[in-house]
Nanobody
Framework: QVQLVESGGGLVQPGGSLRLSCVAS????????MSWYRQAAGKERELVAV????????NYADSVKGRFTISRDNAKNTVYLQMNSLKPEDTAVYYC?????????WGQGTQVTVSS
């Protein structure tokens, strides 16, 4: 059974940091590219960051470049999103995604709220 389980969300003040984790099971994690998406209330889901199977290449949405860092540990079947200098506009549900060719899986999401 495929599972992607996110954790690490919560309430943080503007300028603060959070680290999201996504633990995968039920598929060969090291062969899937991994991404983080987010969806704010009333908005479409958007791509935040993506990392290749070996972690050798990453890409980010312009809105988070220089503040967020995606990484993965294939030995632990885990992908991370380090989020620094958080802004209120980063408030959203953050989803983990695994993709290989036509196959893709989603986690259940974790809420991140940036507010004073």
């Amino acid at each position: 059974q495929v599972q992607l389980v996110e954790s690490g969300g919560g309430l943080v003040q503007p300028g603060g940091s959070l680290r999201l984790s996504c633990v995968a099971s039920g598929f060969t994690f090291r062969t899937y590219s991994m991404s983080w998406y987010r969806q704010a209330a009333g908005k479409e889901r958007e791509l935040v960051a993506v990392i290749t199977v070996t972690g050798g290449s990453t890409n980010y949405a312009d809105s988070v470049k220089g503040r967020f860092t995606i990484s993965r540990d294939n030995a632990k079947n885990t992908v991370y999103l380090q989020m620094n200098s958080l802004k209120p506009e980063d408030t959203a549900v953050y989803y983990c995604n695994a993709k290989r060719n036509l196959y893709y899986y989603w986690g259940q999401g974790t809420q991140v709220t940036v507010s004073s």
